[in-house]
């Protein structure tokens, strides 16, 4: 499940900067590169345990499956934290109102 | 269990290469930077290095935070040390270095794969939309 919505997330954030390429100001390029970096990284884990476990990998308990997405929603703040510090470190001077 | 620590310590590689290459760009543009008034990085014909390797920085650090959240929601990461949990003995350790092998070798690599199947997509694109312009503007 976090494999799932980090990949949904990473699709999101991929459609939301293609469609903003031409005024990219909060560069949504480096949110979705967060995103797809993790999705890739989850997507090796996942293919060495579907190797160890075969069709037992999708037998999950509920409970799994639960804490997996809560999980996987908390892991996409994190991204989106980490994206925004890196907005307000790369341009300091949106956070303050010039005359 | 630490399968990150692979991808975190390329991540260190590549954002020291990402620095000496971006320096070194400059110092190369600087005697160009304004040819008859256009920015040399506007008049570029091709992605400059720098952009491609800060996209696999992106990719790479955004991986390690957020599967070192992942680890430390499992509780493999603790806050004190010594900082991983299978650190605390032998027998976990020795399968941490097995997994750190295989899996984080592997995140590593297909990271890096991806990452060579979208510069070259990127560059040949890129210039796609050059010729593109440059046949509008004749």
Not at chain 1, 16 to 24: A, C, M, R
Not at chain 1, 43 to 58: P, R, T
Not at chain 2, 115 to 129: E, P, Q, R
Request: aromatic share 12%.
């Amino acid at each position: 499940m976090t494999l799932l919505i980090t990949a949904i997330a990473a699709t999101v954030s991929t459609i939301l900067w293609f469609t903003h390429s031409q005024n990219d100001k909060y560069r949504l390029g480096t949110l979705s590169l967060i995103y797809w970096g993790a999705s890739l990284m989850w997507f090796i884990d996942f293919v060495f345990e579907y190797a160890e476990l075969k069709s037992e990998y999708f037998n999950q308990e509920f409970a799994d499956i639960l804490n997996d997405s809560i999980l996987g929603v908390t892991v996409v703040l994190i991204g989106a934290v980490a994206w925004l510090i890196y907005n307000f470190v790369k341009h300091p001077e949106k956070l303050f109102k010039t005359k | 269990m630490a399968c990150f620590a692979v991808p975190a310590v390329e991540a260190i590689v590549v954002t020291a290469s990402y620095f000496a290459v971006k320096k070194r760009e400059m110092k190369l543009e600087m005697p160009k930077n304004t040819v008859n008034g256009v920015l040399a990085a506007e008049n570029s014909s091709k992605i400059k290095l720098s952009t491609k390797i800060s996209w696999l920085m992106a990719m790479l650090w955004g991986g390690v935070l957020l599967l070192a959240f992942e680890h430390f929601w499992h509780g493999e990461i603790v806050p004190f040390p010594p900082f991983l949990s299978a650190m605390s003995n032998p027998e976990d350790t020795a399968e941490m270095l097995h997994e750190m092998a295989t899996v984080g070798v592997s995140m590593a690599i297909f990271v890096t794969a991806v990452w060579g199947v979208v510069c070259a997509a990127a560059s040949a694109l890129y210039k796609k939309t050059l010729l593109r312009k440059a046949e509008v503007q004749d």
